[in-house]
């Protein structure tokens, strides 16, 4: 048997995290899958997956080998497609991982986009907030909001995201308007708990940087929960412009503070460090790239629609 198959069916098994998926991937049997990677198993003399009746994931062994196997696969396919002189066809699964209210608001028509020009990928995508493992889970690309921790990881910028300090005129009937940042202690906040700095909220302003210290009694970890909840009138939120500008315009929220400003969040496109992207991956992070500036709109409110 080939030992390219084998590799290639281990690869598509971490992908999709099962024999079954590799199986429907590749088009062929999963008894066919589960012989490739026993041969694969043997050779390297190390077991690649741990599997239970309700337990599948990769080993130890199985992540070291898999960034060896997709450089040795993409460069095998680089090679063949030199030798056509045609560059390799996106295919395949393009497992995706995404912040849930961005990905909701910005990623559809460029996901549309993308599937339309690349009729042989599938596209699977994770909506979550939070920092998945890519290399674990299989994920081949990720998007991240905010400050990148160290790590293997590489990076493309893609832009940043503004932020807004808003709330409802409800809550703040009866209650003394917020003049400077200090203020903000007197009032409830809504804490989003993925700040690295979850109770610090830093302003800047033409007297310098400002740092203060919020309290709240509800903390979330989406923006979507944010809205609502300052919409429930619970406090004082910092939220991204997808999420406050059409309110801001309609008035259901009011805008604080606008002699500070917040400091903008970098917005980074994060893949693995490997010395050959797949094809689909490629496809995808140029495309996203080209539309980046779709990805820092401010949302129009519906009358400008």
């Known amino acids: 048997m080939d030992r390219l198959d084998c590799l290639r069916a281990f690869v598509r098994t971490m992908e999709g995290g099962s024999f079954s ?14 012989k490739r990677i026993a041969m694969l198993e043997s050779e390297f003399g190390s077991q690649l997956f741990l599997r239970t009746t309700r337990k599948f994931r990769p080993t130890a062994e199985a992540l070291r080998i898999y960034q060896v196997a997709c450089d040795m696969l993409a460069s095998y396919d680089l090679a063949r497609a030199s030798v056509r002189e045609t560059a390799p066809r996106p295919t395949g699964t393009l497992r995706l991982s995404i912040p849930t209210s961005f990905g909701r608001h910005y990623l559809t028509p460029i996901l549309a986009e993308y599937l339309q020009d690349n009729p042989d990928v599938r596209v699977d995508v994770q909506f979550s907030e939070r920092f998945v493992n890519l290399i674990e889970e299989g994920v081949e690309l990720a998007l991240r909001i ?18 807004n300090l808003v709330a409802s005129p409800a809550y703040l ?58 919409l429930h ?9 997808w999420k406050a500008v059409d309110l801001i315009r309609s008035g259901q929220l009011e ?9 903008t969040l970098p917005l980074n496109a994060v893949y693995p460090a490997t010395q050959w992207m797949s094809a689909r991956a490629r496809a995808f992070l140029d495309l996203l790239t080209k539309r980046s500036d779709r990805l820092q709109q401010k949302p129009e409110s519906s009358a400008q629609r």
């Not at 905010?146 to 932020?163: C, D, E, K, M």
């Not at 009138?233 to 991204?240: E, F, K, N, S, Y």
């Open 146 to 163: 905010g400050a990148l921790q160290s790590s293997s990881l590489i990076a493309r910028r893609l832009g940043t995201v503004r932020l």
């Open 21 to 34: 998926a590799a199986a429907r991937e590749l088009g062929i049997g999963q008894p066919a899958v589960s």
């Open 255 to 263: 805008a604080l503070l606008p002699e500070y400003s917040l400091a």
């Open 233 to 241: 009138h619970l406090g004082i939120a910092v939220l991204p412009d």
């Open 173 to 230: 009937r009866g209650r003394p308007l917020p003049r400077t940042p200090d203020d903000l202690r007197s009032h409830q906040c809504i804490v989003y708990s993925r700040f690295s700095a979850a109770n610090q909220w830093t302003f800047e302003s033409e007297h310098g940087r400002h740092v203060v210290t919020i309290t709240g009694r509800i903390q979330v970890d989406d923006a979507d929960a944010m809205q609502d909840a300052v």
